[in-house]
């Protein structure tokens, strides 16, 4: 009951008429780049970083969420419009997406994966609204040894389980932590890193690094691969798009599945939403009776992915919020603004911010109500946005970036250091390694060396106190479990090719 | 010895450049106090980080020599071959407005910036190209420095 009391005061804060702006804002801005192959949603959500300092860090967390989910729900236009998915996660919506709209029936895909990330993102805010207070409630006697170790938890899952070689996974997230050590030491107050430039004695500007590595080597990738697929005429109009009564069939269990895998996958520690749109995935073909019409336009193969991409992404907040743990590289920015307004998200901010914690759970319900709105009847808006050229948006973005990087602290440095990180980003992933490990290292950096160093203190410099406390035990255990498996394995299996097979 | 360079060496840069990164954070950390368990100075960690990252780039190099270039971006894997023309656009374009920003005022870095970029495309279409520089520096001076304030002037 006090739950609902406690969501009702939520609704109170994000319907103030401020609130609902900044959440349509925030939607139809996701729903945009969503749409839009060739800009991904941690490049805008770094862009708009910057913008909600000068707002209240409740408006500004509306905004900055519904960029998040509002790319998921667009992200699957481009799928199956033009078989190039909008941004990472949608990459599995091509496999069925794609040749529904071959078959004609790009409408009823466009329909089918619209509800789908409607029923998964409710799912897992409901799963938000009861279970992040408990979870709250039990991490409230997590010591420093146990945050330690669950950030270790988070940091090799998110660098072992994503695309690709495990290792240079690793190698990324230890060079980020390392990057995060750049500025002044807060025990000592010794500078670190800072070769003697004035900009960085308050450490690496974190939107500089965050457009760098995303913004800017995103650019430079797409301008190297030389032509970003453009849409045809293609016209989608409401009638085109209520699927048969089969559809429904398949759509109903699938999507459901979707939504539990999607929000289990979310709430873990370091996993984000591409996890969970193969795993989703995989599990929908493995329990077909019909496995081989997967990749020729089977709704269940856009239903379950979609569900669980918007799930996961709701229910990716659960650990972000009440343990000041990201998933992925896109909570750990949105942890990194949530930093700079001074509120420590972690087991009180449930209780001590509880304006800030419901309203912003509230403003989840109302932004998937206006996605609704926004991707049902104006889908033929949307699929228009998909003709804007390429030669007109990427300026447009590198403009953005210059100027949003250079208002964080009004210097140019950091837009020099932009341009080196987009540089070493582009470089780095053409060699296979992953940047978003480094910005999960780079943010939680600090916050794993000061617990460390508190577990110690606390424990009168007693190592064994990070395996004597149960909590910390089973987290370190099951970063060992991980270590070996991926060692063993080399190469990741959840890559794409496997998913096909 | 290009192609010794090409084949064996280039592949394997990157983990090198990484390595070698580890290597110097090391270093420089011992500049610094690094202090013991019992009481952990600000040289500490970097100095553990930067020898987990040397151990883990030996065994990138150990266990996957090949290092083949495949990029997360292409479902297929395939890298395309680097291309000059856009790199060079792209950085000459941030180091314009780097350099122009605070002497030259926000206009003159705007349309610099943007008409720079446009070189990264094989046949950029002039009119277009400054129809959308102006409309960028004007609608970013709007936003940027009337509005949030941005202390950067107009002109010069």
Same mark, same amino acid.
């Given at each position: 009951?006090?739950?609902?009391?406690?969501?009702?005061?939520?609704?109170?804060?994000?319907?103030?008429?401020?609130?609902?702006?900044?959440?349509?804002?925030?939607?139809?801005?996701?729903?945009?780049?969503?749409?839009?192959?060739?800009?991904?949603?941690?490049?805008?959500?770094?862009?708009?970083?910057?913008?909600?300092f000068?707002?209240?860090?409740?408006?500004?967390?509306?905004?900055l969420?519904?960029?998040?989910?509002?790319?998921q729900?667009?992200?699957?236009?481009?799928?199956i419009?033009?078989?190039?998915?909008?941004?990472?996660?949608?990459? +599995?919506t091509?496999?069925?997406?794609?040749?529904?709209?071959?078959?004609?029936?790009?409408g009823?895909?466009?329909? +089918?994966?619209? +509800?789908?990330?409607?029923?998964?993102?409710?799912?897992? +805010?409901?799963l938000?609204?009861?279970?992040?207070?408990?979870?709250?409630g039990?991490?409230?006697?997590?010591?420093?040894?146990d945050?330690?170790?669950?950030?270790?938890?988070?940091?090799?899952?998110?660098?072992?389980?994503?695309?690709?070689?495990?290792?240079?996974?690793?190698?990324?997230?230890?060079?980020?932590?390392?990057?995060g050590?750049?500025?002044?030491?807060?025990?000592?107050?010794?500078?670190?890193?800072?070769?003697g430039?004035?900009?960085l004695?308050?450490?690496?500007?974190?939107?500089?690094?965050?457009?760098?590595?995303?913004?800017?080597?995103?650019?430079?990738?797409?301008?190297?691969?030389?032509k970003?697929?453009?849409?045809?005429?293609?016209?989608?109009?409401?009638?085109?798009?209520?699927?048969?009564?089969?559809?429904?069939?398949?759509?109903?269990?699938?999507?459901m599945?979707?939504s539990?895998i999607?929000?289990?996958?979310?709430?873990?520690?370091?996993?984000?939403?591409?996890?969970?749109?193969f795993?989703?995935?995989?599990?929908?073909?493995?329990?077909?009776?019909?496995?081989?019409k997967?990749?020729?336009?089977?709704?269940e193969?856009?239903?379950?992915?979609?569900?669980?991409?918007?799930?996961?992404?709701?229910?990716?907040?659960?650990?972000?919020?009440?343990?000041?743990?990201?998933?992925?590289?896109?909570?750990?920015?949105?942890l990194?603004?949530l930093?700079?307004?001074?509120?420590?998200?972690?087991?009180?901010?449930?209780t001590?911010?509880?304006?800030?914690?419901?309203?912003?759970?509230?403003?989840?319900w109302?932004?998937?109500?206006?996605?609704?709105?926004?991707?049902?009847?104006?889908?033929?808006?949307?699929v228009?946005?998909?003709?804007i050229?390429y030669r007109?948006?990427?300026?447009?973005?590198?403009?953005?970036?210059?100027?949003?990087?250079?208002?964080v602290?009004?210097?140019?440095?950091?837009?020099?250091?932009?341009?080196?990180?987009?540089?070493?980003?582009?470089?780095?992933?053409?060699?296979?390694f992953?940047?978003?490990?480094?910005?999960?290292?780079?943010v939680?950096?600090?916050?794993?060396?000061?617990?460390?160093?508190r577990?110690?203190? !606390?424990?009168?410099?007693?190592l064994?106190?990070?395996?004597?406390?149960p909590?910390?035990?089973?987290f370190?255990?099951?970063?060992?479990?991980?270590?070996?498996?991926?060692?063993?394995?080399?190469?990741?299996?959840?890559? !794409?090719?496997?998913?096909?097979? | 010895?290009?192609?010794?360079?090409?084949?064996?060496?280039?592949?394997?840069?990157?983990t090198?450049?990484?390595?070698?990164?580890?290597?110097?954070?090391?270093?420089?950390?011992?500049?610094?106090?690094?202090?013991?368990?019992?009481?952990m100075?600000?040289?500490?960690?970097?100095?553990?980080?930067?020898i987990?990252?040397?151990l883990?780039?030996?065994?990138?190099?150990?266990?996957?020599?090949?290092?083949?270039?495949?990029?997360?971006?292409d479902?297929?894997?395939?890298?395309?071959?680097?291309?000059?023309?856009?790199?060079?656009?792209v950085?000459a374009?941030?180091?314009?407005w780097?350099?122009?920003?605070?002497t030259?005022g926000?206009?003159?870095a705007a349309?610099?910036?943007?008409?720079?970029?446009?070189?990264?495309?094989?046949?950029?279409?002039?009119?277009?190209?400054?129809?959308?520089?102006?409309?960028?520096a004007?609608?970013?001076?709007?936003?940027?420095?009337?509005?949030?304030?941005?202390?950067?002037?107009?002109?010069?």
């Amino acid at each position: 009951m006090e739950t609902l009391n406690l969501l009702g005061m939520g609704f109170e804060q994000a319907l103030t008429p401020e609130a609902l702006m900044f959440c349509l804002l925030g939607v139809s801005l996701g729903t945009f780049i969503g749409v839009l192959p060739g800009i991904g949603s941690l490049t805008t959500i770094a862009l708009c970083l910057p913008l909600t300092f000068h707002l209240e860090p409740l408006l500004g967390l509306i905004m900055l969420a519904g960029i998040f989910y509002g790319a998921q729900y667009g992200s699957s236009t481009a799928s199956i419009l033009l078989n190039v998915p909008g941004s990472a996660p949608a990459a +599995i919506t091509c496999l069925d997406g794609y040749p529904m709209s071959r078959q004609g029936r790009a409408g009823i895909a466009l329909f +089918i994966t619209t +509800i789908a990330s409607f029923i998964g993102g409710s799912f897992a +805010i409901l799963l938000l609204v009861f279970f992040a207070p408990v979870l709250a409630g039990f991490a409230i006697s997590f010591s420093a040894a146990d945050y330690f170790s669950i950030m270790i938890l988070a940091l090799t899952a998110a660098s072992t389980l994503s695309v690709g070689s495990p290792m240079k996974g690793l190698a990324m997230v230890t060079f980020g932590l390392l990057l995060g050590m750049v500025g002044t030491d807060i025990n000592s107050g010794q500078f670190r890193f800072t070769f003697g430039i004035p900009a960085l004695t308050d450490g690496i500007n974190l939107v500089a690094l965050a457009m760098g590595l995303f913004g800017v080597a995103e650019i430079l990738n797409n301008l190297n691969e030389g032509k970003v697929p453009q849409a045809g005429k293609e016209k989608i109009t409401f009638k085109q798009m209520m699927p048969t009564r089969d559809d429904w069939k398949a759509f109903r269990y699938s999507c459901m599945r979707g939504s539990v895998i999607g929000s289990f996958i979310g709430m873990l520690p370091g996993t984000g939403p591409t996890i969970a749109t193969f795993m989703a995935y995989a599990g929908e073909k493995k329990l077909s009776s019909t496995p081989e019409k997967f990749g020729q336009g089977a709704v269940e193969g856009i239903a379950a992915p979609e569900a669980a991409n918007n799930a996961s992404v709701q229910a990716a907040f659960i650990p972000t919020l009440t343990l000041g743990v990201p998933g992925d590289a896109i909570m750990a920015v949105m942890l990194g603004g949530l930093l700079v307004h001074g509120i420590i998200p972690g087991p009180q901010l449930v209780t001590t911010d509880a304006a800030l914690f419901w309203g912003v759970v509230a403003s989840f319900w109302i932004g998937n109500v206006l996605l609704l709105i926004l991707n049902l009847p104006m889908i033929g808006l949307w699929v228009k946005l998909l003709s804007i050229p390429y030669r007109f948006l990427f300026p447009a973005v590198l403009f953005l970036i210059c100027i949003g990087v250079y208002s964080v602290n009004n210097n140019a440095v950091d837009v020099l250091l932009t341009l080196g990180f987009g540089v070493m980003g582009f470089f780095l992933n053409r060699h296979g390694f992953p940047s978003a490990p480094l910005l999960l290292g780079f943010v939680l950096g600090p916050l794993i060396e000061e617990n460390f160093r508190r577990a110690l203190v !606390l424990s009168d410099s007693n190592l064994a106190t990070f395996v004597q406390r149960p909590i910390s035990l089973v987290f370190l255990l099951l970063t060992a479990i991980l270590l070996v498996y991926s060692f063993w394995r080399k190469n990741s299996t959840n890559n !794409l090719s496997q998913a096909q097979t | 010895m290009t192609r010794f360079f090409k084949q064996q060496l280039l592949p394997t840069l990157p983990t090198l450049l990484l390595a070698l990164t580890g290597l110097a954070a090391g270093i420089t950390a011992f500049t610094y106090d690094v202090g013991s368990f019992t009481d952990m100075g600000p040289g500490f960690f970097p100095l553990a980080l930067g020898i987990i990252l040397v151990l883990l780039c030996a065994l990138i190099l150990w266990r996957e020599p090949e290092a083949p270039e495949t990029t997360s971006s292409d479902e297929k894997g395939a890298v395309h071959p680097f291309a000059w023309r856009p790199f060079a656009a792209v950085s000459a374009s941030i180091l314009a407005w780097v350099l122009l920003a605070e002497t030259a005022g926000f206009f003159a870095a705007a349309i610099c910036q943007v008409a720079l970029s446009a070189l990264a495309l094989p046949e950029p279409r002039w009119r277009s190209i400054i129809i959308l520089a102006v409309l960028l520096a004007t609608g970013g001076y709007l936003l940027f420095v009337m509005q949030l304030g941005v202390p950067l002037s107009a002109i010069g």
